[in-house]
C-alpha cells in the first residue's frame, strides 16, 4: 500500500504524448549486485490504445484480478471503481463502503476486502463479495490500518498497531475477530507495507523515521505465524512488491528513491536500478518475469514514465514517457501479453507493448536512412486511437479516419518526428463523404505543443491555408489561395512537404502550391469540420530524406505513441460557412 495525493492542473487542450526514448547500461557496482542507470540508446516502448477520465481523488490503493480482467481502484469518493483491463473502461463501481483506503483480494478472488481509514481507533473492515459487488460484512478494528493483506483459510493481516507500532493483527474475515498478533518489533512511522503470497507474509518494518527498515518473512500456513528470515535495509521501504513465485522482492527505497531487488529465500540484493527524479513504484508481472518501475521525470506532481525491468536479463527491456500529461501519476501496472496500465490522479491509460525499436540514430542529414511509411494497415503503428466529444480518432479498413460528428471540431496528431534536415513528408487525403471539412500536414511542432503550423486545405472550395498556433497569441494566418488542382467531393489529394535549406516547399498533388520560411519540429498532420458528420481519411504517410528514393508503401513500423491535439478554436472552422453551432 501507498498514499499519494493528486495534483491537477488545468490544460486548456488534451494531450497525449510519448517523448524520448532511451535504453540503458547496466554495470556492475560490486561483484554481487548490479546496478542500472541511463543511456541514450534504442528500446521498446509502449502505444496507447485507451484512455479513460475518472477522477480518483486522493486513490491510495490498486488490486488487480486478471482472471476477471478487472482492476480495483479505491477512488477517493467513499466507493471502489472497477476498471476493464483490456479496454481500459470503467465497468463497475462499488458503493456503500465508508472511507476505503486499503485494498485485498483473497487467493480464489471471490471476496475483496476494503480497509477503511476512519479514526485512529475506528477503523473498519468491509468484504465485498465480487460477483454480486455487494458489501456482505463490516468489521470494526480497534485501531487504525494502515494495510492490509489477505493470506489463506480465510485470514486477513492489519497493520500495524498505530499505538505502538509493534503488531500485526491477523483478523478471521468471517467473524471479524482478531485471532492472532505477529509481533514486528519498535517501529518509526505508520507506514508498515505488507505482502502475502501464498502461505508467506512479507513485512517492511520501517525504522529511524523511515531511513532504514528491516525486511521480515513469516510462514502463515497455520494461525500462529513463523518468522524464517529478516533482514536489514539501509535505505529504507517506502513501497514493495513480491513475485508471484516467490523468486523476488522489490522495495522502492525510503531514501534514495531506487528499486531494489532482493532473492525472497535469503534477502540477498541482486539489483538495483535508479534515475535521476527517483521512482515512484514497483510492481510485479503475474508471470514472475518483469516488472515496471513508475517514476515522474518532471518531479513529485508530474506525469508518468515507465520502466519495464526484464527480471531474467536484469536489463530495462521497455520504456515509455508521457511528458506532456500534467496531473500527477500515481501507479504503473503490469498486465498479461505485456500491456500496462498508468494511473493518474484523473484517468487512467491502457498501453500495449510494441516490440520495436522507436527510432535510429540520426548521424548524417544527407544519409540515405530508412524511410518511415505506413498504409494504415496496421492499428499498431502508433498513432491515437481515441473519441472524444463527439469525434472519433483510429485506424478504419486500411486508413487513418478523423470522423468529426459536429461542426466547429478540429484536431492534429503527430508521432515521434522531427523534420530537421533536408526531409520530405508525404500523405494521402480525402473526405470520405464529401462533407465540408479541412485536412493537412503539421509541422514545427515544439516540445511542449505550445506553437505549431498546418498547411490545410479546403477540398470542396479548393482553398489551401497555412497558418500558425503559439498557446499566448492564438492562431495566425500566413498564407492562403485558391487552386484547381485541388480534387473536390471524395477525390484523394496528396500533401507534400519539401524541407529544402531554410525553406519549406508546399505541393498539392504534384503541383508546387508556395514556399513558406523554415520552421522544424515535429510532423504530423491534421482534420477539422466545418458540417456535421465529417469522414476525413488518411493514406500513405511517407517520411523520407530529400534526394533519397522514396520506399514501397506498406504497414509503419511504429515509432511511438501518437499525441493528439484537439483546438476547437481554430479560424479555419470558424469563419466558414457550414452548419453552425
Known sequence: MFQLRSHTKNTFFLLTILLGLFAFFVYAADKSVASTKTNEALNPTYIELAETLFDFGSAADFVLDESQNRLYATSGHQTVVIFNTLTGQMVAEITGLTSPAQLALSPDGSQLFVGNQIAAANDTVQVVNTATLSVVATHPFADEIVDIAAGPDGRLYLGPDADANTMISVMDVDT???????????????????????????????????????????????????????????????????????????????????????????????????????????????????????????????????????????????????RNVTTQALMALPLDGGNALLVYSDRIKLLGAADYGAALPIILNDYCRVAYVDDFSSPSSGWPIRVSNGSTYGYLNGEYQIYHANTNRWGALSINQVIEGDQT???????????????????????????????????????????????????????????????????????????????????????????????????????????????????????????????????????????????DDHPLIGNREGEQR
Open 176 to 322: 471479524g475477530a482478531v485471532v492472532s498478533t505477529i509481533p514486528v518489533g519498535a517501529s518509526s512511522s505508520a507506514e508498515l507495507p505488507l505482502v502475502a503470497v501464498t502461505n508467506n507474509l512479507y513485512v517492511a518494518i520501517p525504522k529511524n523515521s523511515g531511513a532504514e527498515a528491516e525486511l521480515h518473512k513469516y510462514d502463515i500456513s497455520a494461525i500462529t505465524a513463523t518468522q524464517i528470515i529478516t533482514s536489514f535495509l539501509p535505505t529504507g521501504a517506502f513501497q514493495m512488491d513480491v513475485t508471484p513465485d516467490e523468486q523476488r522482492v522489490g522495495i522502492r527505497s525510503f531514501q534514495d528513491s531506487k528499486i531494489h531487488l532482493y532473492n525472497a529465500s535469503t534477502f540477498s540484493e541482486t539489483n538495483n536500478y535508479e534515475v535521476s527524479s527517483g521512482y515512484v513504484t514497483v510492481r510485479f508481472a503475474a508471470d514472475s518475469q518483469s516488472a515496471l518501475g513508475l517514476y515522474r521525470p518532471d518531479g513529485l506532481n508530474g506525469p508518468g514514465a515507465i520502466h519495464e525491468i526484464d527480471l531474467v536479463t536484469g536489463e530495462i527491456s521497455r520504456r515509455f514517457v508521457d
Open 425 to 567: 513528408l508525404i500523405l494521402d487525403t480525402r473526405v470520405a463523404n464529401g462533407r465540408i471539412g479541412s485536412q493537412g500536414l503539421l509541422y514545427g511542432l515544439n516540445n511542449d505543443s505550445t506553437n505549431f503550423y498546418t498547411f490545410e486545405i479546403l477540398p470542396q472550395s479548393q482553398e489551401w491555408l497555412v497558418f500558425n498556433f503559439d498557446s499566448t497569441g492564438g492562431w495566425t494566418l500566413l498564407g492562403q489561395g485558391t487552386s484547381g488542382v485541388i480534387n473536390s467531393g471524395t477525390g484523394t489529394n496528396e500533401l507534400k512537404l519539401v524541407a529544402q535549406g531554410g525553406q519549406f516547399l508546399l505541393h498539392i498533388n504534384g503541383t508546387p502550391i508556395t514556399t513558406i520560411a523554415r520552421h522544424n519540429g515535429r510532423i504530423g498532420f491534421t482534420g477539422g469540420s466545418l458540417q456535421g458528420d465529417v469522414d476525413l481519411r488518411y493514406d500513405n504517410y511517407t517520411y523520407v530524406n530529400e534526394n533519397c528514393p522514396l520506399p514501397t508503401i506498406n504497414p509503419g513500423a511504429p515509432v511511438g505513441d501518437g499525441e493528439l491535439l484537439i483546438l
